[in-house]
């Protein structure tokens, strides 16, 4: 069997694709960890047919009425739709569903590391970071800060680093600094102020 017959190819877009497709766009709204493409393809095959579950009726619909022959360009993007867009559009829903407090009553929420929680909310905060030799460094987490999210082990940025006075405050932004980068292997502890 020639993989490049063009009903093999046909089968590949129809079967792999959405469901391929779907796998990334839920590897980005949760970041985690990464298995290889190859053990991917029974999942992808999977939830292509799922895709292909929730869309049934209006494919029905389309290859039932007379679409194809009258306007193609139509009929070519409702399959546009059907393979790149609607997968997505899944992955999104799923999401939603899985954050919301009546779904997490039973079943985990679906980001991993409390880090990656924190900081994908993109919120500003006043941040201690304690380092394992009992070091404290303090600085400013907001806009042009950043932190790394899974599967990479956890950085941070802070744009701003501060002193600190005698009694843990924030006094003042350090002189002549563009930041600081903090990574996993020396913190011990991190703590976040609003």
Not at 2 to 26: C, H, M, N, Q, R
Not at 120 to 135: C, E, F, H, M, S
Not at 148 to 153: D, E, I, K, L, Q
Request: include cysteine.
């Amino acid at each position: 069997m020639d993989i490049w017959e063009i009903d093999t190819l046909a089968l590949f877009i129809a079967f792999v694709i959405p469901g391929f497709i779907s796998i990334k766009a839920y590897q980005l709204a949760f970041p985690g960890t990464e298995r290889a493409t190859s053990d991917q393809l029974v999942d992808a095959v999977a939830y292509s047919s799922i895709n292909y579950a929730l869309l049934i009726f209006p494919i029905i619909s389309v290859e039932s009425g007379t679409l194809s022959e009258e306007c193609r360009s139509i009929y070519y993007l409702f399959y546009i739709f059907v393979l790149f867009v609607a997968p997505i559009i899944w992955v999104l829903l799923w999401k939603y569903l899985r954050t919301r407090n009546f779904f997490q009553r039973n079943a985990p929420h679906p980001t991993a590391k409390p880090w990656d929680y924190v900081f994908a909310q993109r919120k500003p905060y006043w941040i201690k970071v304690t380092l394992k030799d009992g070091a404290v460094i303090a600085g400013r987490y907001a806009d042009k800060s950043f932190a790394s999210s899974a599967p990479a082990p956890e950085q941070i940025y802070l744009e701003e680093t501060w002193v600190l006075n005698q009694n843990g405050g924030f006094e003042r932004p350090k002189n002549n600094t563009a930041g600081v980068l903090i990574l996993s292997s020396e913190i011990s502890h991190v703590e976040l102020r609003s």
